[in-house]
């Protein structure tokens, strides 16, 4: 059964230094894609990068990027020169397999907070 | 385009009081699912569906139904509310492989079950 685990409930940053949280997944599927979600205290979900368990290099979106370790199962996500703005829970999701029945499923969060 | 809408944004129930979230999306995406969020914790999947018809029970289905009769609409329906229900509900949408990339959510529903 897919399953995803984030073990970093709380991190302090300083302003303007890169930040990774961390991700693993299990999955006896080959073929899946991990998610990162940031979801700011006003509450809505905001997608911000995508990895396919068969794309060959890993994800970037402007300073977001996804270090994909695939022997390892884990899927972190890095954030470059952090900002006030990036203080937020993040998550990590997966989606197993290729079938159009195939669910997606949330970690547990990081509450991320950027100290000035 | 209106993306993921949800009705209503905040609502009271008392203890065995029966309710229906609403949920639609405009982007002829096939699936859809609800995800309730509890204080501090991540996203739970309630259930989910992969087209008109057609529907699956997630992580923590029990005291839910859905149905889904339209590919726009999918409504979750509380049978007999509990104030274990009180929670923060999200509805999503995404196309299916190879369009699932990103999965798109609505603002969410508040809950509170008394």
């Known amino acids: 059964a897919q399953k995803i685990t984030q073990t970093q409930p709380g991190m302090f940053v300083q302003e303007k230094e890169a930040v990774t949280l961390d991700c693993t997944y299990d999955t006896s599927d080959p073929s899946y894609g991990l998610f990162w979600y940031k979801q700011p205290s006003s509450g809505e979900m905001i997608f911000l990068i995508y990895q396919g368990s068969y794309d060959q290099q890993n994800a970037t979106e402007g300073r977001y990027s996804l270090n994909f370790q695939k022997a390892r199962k884990s899927a972190n996500l890095v954030i470059s020169a952090s900002q006030l703005g990036d203080s937020a829970m993040y998550f990590c999701?997966?989606?197993?397999?290729?079938?159009?029945?195939?669910?997606?499923?949330f970690g547990s969060g990081t509450r991320l907070s950027i100290r000035p | 385009n209106a993306g993921v809408t949800q009705t209503p944004k905040f609502q009271v129930l008392k203890t065995g009081q029966s309710m229906t979230l609403q949920c639609a999306q405009d982007?002829?995406?096939?699936?859809m699912s609800w995800y309730r969020q509890d204080p501090g914790m991540g996203l739970r999947l309630i259930h989910y569906?992969?087209?008109?018809?057609?529907?699956d029970q997630g992580e923590v289905p029990n005291g839910y139904n859905v149905s889904r009769s339209t590919t726009e609409d999918f409504p979750l329906r509380l049978l007999s509310a509990a104030p274990s229900q009180t929670s923060v509900y999200f509805c999503?949408?995404?196309?299916?492989?190879?369009?699932?990339?990103?999965?798109?959510f609505g603002p969410g529903t508040r809950l509170t079950v008394l």
């Open positions: 999701a997966m989606r197993e397999g290729r079938s159009s029945a195939s669910k997606i499923i």
């Open positions: 982007m002829n995406h096939e699936y």
């Open positions: 569906s992969v087209g008109a018809g057609i529907t």
């Open positions: 999503a949408s995404s196309g299916v492989f190879p369009s699932y990339n990103e999965q798109f």
